[in-house]
């Protein structure tokens, strides 16, 4: 598949110009740590379980893995791509918008979730987000990545965008 600039762009270079340690203390930083500690809304936890099955427990470390996805998203010069079950947690907390506000206000500016079908040009693979990922927090949940793509795949997950 021919992909579009960006899109090749990203998966040359997914660490986006940054170094692995770069990432890490940009992740690492009082803007991420306010971020990171933004803490779910327990219907949101709750419910998800409930839709979905999981353990409340496995939906908290789900939660942290999209606030991780999303942060990371809204530093770099890439539009990140999801996994399955990182997508479907983002869809959860997008429904608790004044919640999902206050965190997207907490990294920058609102984060736009933009499907696009998996085969779109614009559409990035799932392994530069997971070399991506990796560089910046160190091994991912095996439960959370690597996975299949979400059910559409994402154009972007940028703060501000």
Known sequence: MAYT???QRFIDD???GFTAEQLQERVSGELAKVALAHEPEDFLIEKFCQDYGHSEADARSLFEDV??????GSIVAAS???SYWIDQMWHAF???TKD???FCNKVGGFIHHRPLP????AQPPLDPTLTLMTAAY???SEQHWPAPMGAFGIMDCKAGV
């Open 5 to 7: 600039d960006k899109v």
């Open 14 to 16: 997914p660490l986006c």
């Open 100 to 102: 999902y506000a206050d």
């Open 118 to 121: 998996q085969t779109s040009e």
């Open 138 to 140: 160190g091994p991912l």
């Open 80 to 82: 990140p791509a999801p």
């Open 94 to 96: 997008i429904l608790f």
């Open 67 to 72: 606030k991780k996805f999303l942060f990371l």
